[in-house]
């Protein structure tokens, strides 16, 4: 839990998670920041620091002490969600910018306080509703702020890839990208289904326009629905451009721990298509905290980004169940991270 003041004085607890290299050196800061489901029962109850582990692992490989912070109202963090009190109707964008700017250089400058951390180095990068707090965040002017990475961000998603008062909101991106100084990276998938590139250069468009730096570069599509790729898709997905762009920045982007690849051996009894596919993915994915169940007769559940390797464990013991294709069969744990285990 990250202690943070906020500019009105007050305090706020913000749920959080480190990942950094090793060592007794300061880090550049790569705070990381969600996006939302924009319902309390999921972005309280079931978003935690653990669905941005795979990026947060990305960004410590190559060099940057990553911070994971979901803002308020997110997981067991305090005070309410940014939306909290908007409508379709009247989003509150502005309101939104604000609350997010405070929220997370609240939480930089306690990060910053960290002895790991550099004082005068950092990037900020977070998906969909985290992208636009983001560059709400490098609109305040924080020093130090060396970059921006924006995945799909914007905010008020409705259906059919519409916004919820999407003229307000391109004002409002006008007025961050006015206001910043720090250059940013813009990535939308192909087919995001939230904020599709169409939408995304709209909201690039306004924000360069008005004088915001920037790079907007359309992503290849990703699974069913490229809105998710931050947090879902691997490294090798997306890590490219990024590099590119912090390269060209003079930021860290090579390689400063390798992590292991070694691969685990395949379930004796993982005897079907979907689950041999479903095992291989497990495999590659560099993500806190999972787990791989199955029973004797080939079928299976698995889990991701849960709090704890216990809950991960539970959860993965739970889908084995739904899916059992006997009535005597049981599901038993095979894996929990990279690990086989002995239920």
């Known amino acids: 839990m990250l202690s943070v003041t906020l500019p009105d004085g007050k305090p706020a607890l913000l749920d959080a998670f480190v990942t950094r290299p090793a060592g007794f050196k300061r880090w550049p800061v790569a705070l990381i920041t969600n996006g939302t489901a924009g319902t309390a029962e999921f972005d309280r ?55 997010d700017t405070e929220d997370l250089l609240g939480a930089l400058s306690a990060i910053r306080l960290q002895p790991w ?4 180095e950092a990037i900020l990068a977070g998906m969909s509703a985290g992208g636009f707090g983001v560059l709400a965040a490098g609109a305040g002017r924080p020093s130090g702020i060396k970059a921006i990475i924006n995945f799909d961000g914007g905010r008020g998603a409705a259906d059919n890839a519409s916004v919820c008062d999407k003229a307000g909101l391109l004002k409002t991106f006008a007025a961050m990208g006015a206001a910043s100084h720090a250059p940013s990276l813009w990535l939308y998938s192909l087919n995001d289904r939230l904020f599709p590139p169409l939408t995304g250069i709209s909201f690039f468009n306004s924000y360069a326009s008005a004088g915001g730096s920037g790079r907007f570069v359309v992503m290849p599509p990703y699974g069913i629905n ?21 390269r060209e920045k003079g930021l860290p982007y090579r390689e400063e721990v390798a992590v292991s690849r070694k691969k685990m051996p395949f379930p004796p009894s993982l005897n079907n298509a979907a689950g041999t596919s479903a095992f291989r993915e497990y495999q590659s994915a560099q993500l806190y905290e999972k787990a791989f169940a199955m029973d004797s007769s080939g079928d299976w559940g698995v889990s991701y980004w849960a709090r704890s390797a216990p809950e991960a464990a539970a959860t993965a013991l739970r889908n084995c169940q739904k899916h059992l294709k006997n009535t005597w069969g049981k599901c038993r744990i095979y894996a929990v991270n990279n690990a086989v285990v002995q239920d």
């Not at 620091?49 to 109202?73: I, K």
């Open 45 to 99: 109850w079931e978003m935690n620091p653990n669905r941005m582990s795979g990026t947060a692992l990305t960004f410590a490989r190559h060099g940057y002490a990553a911070v994971v912070v979901l803002r308020e109202g997110y997981g067991y963090s305090s005070g309410g969600a940014e939306y909290t009190g908007g409508t379709c109707v009247r989003p509150q964008h502005d309101l939104a910018k604000k609350r």
């Open 226 to 246: 490229g809105h998710v790729f931050m947090e879902s898709a691997p490294e090798s997905f997306w890590w490219g451009p990024v590099a590119e762009f912090l």
């Open 117 to 120: 951390a550099s004082r005068n």
